[in-house]
């Protein structure tokens, strides 16, 4: 018989697998209306993050014995930009007409109530992703044509582009040693002095000045 299942690995930073046992040990993700998969998510996320925000670490989307790993996405045009973005702002607060869309959504708004901050983008790999914050509960989900994909606490990322929003420059990569590294890089005329902000997996680990 088919059952759910989720494990938590690779300590001390915390990763959720969420998927369908299948017989034999074919295992698949199954990401979809269900609330038992939202659900779970959901609780296991506010047990593993009840001592305050970590950082998700996210190496790729197939687990050590061959499962899917829910992954978080990432903005393509992240910076500040003539082409994609003509504003710094990144989020904004939902409004009076806020609505959930699909059975993830409103499993995610029953348990949670309305998000803090809502934003939309694409994704590296060309996805359209919705993104809420609840700042409060240090929350992010991800829906992909509503339907969840990711969630994990809210990092240095987050609340650097809540703070700042859009950076005139922008930069991700990852490290021979399996780190992804992103720079942000905020000039020009509102910003008295250049400030730099690095992160390691999602963790912010510099903050520098200059003229």
Known sequence: MNRWSVAKSYAPTAQFILARQ???????????????????????LALSIATGCTTSKITGNIGPDGEQIAFKRYERHADIDFLHHFTRTVYHEPGVYFGPSGDDQIQVVSEWGRPNFIRKFKSMTGEHVVEWLYRDNCLLFQFIRDELVFTGPITGVE???????????????????????????????????????????????????GN
């Open 22 to 44: 299948a017989p034999k040990g074919n295992t698949r993700m199954q990401i979809g209306n269900s609330r038992l998969y939202v659900t779970g998510l959901i609780g296991l």
């Open 159 to 209: 609340e650097v582009l809540l703070s700042h929003g859009r950076p005139d420059s922008y930069d991700i990569y990852s490290t021979d040693a399996g780190v992804q590294s992103m720079n942000f890089v905020y000039s020009g005329l509102i910003f008295s002095k250049l400030e730099n902000f690095k992160f390691n997996n999602d963790k912010l680990i510099l903050k520098s000045t």
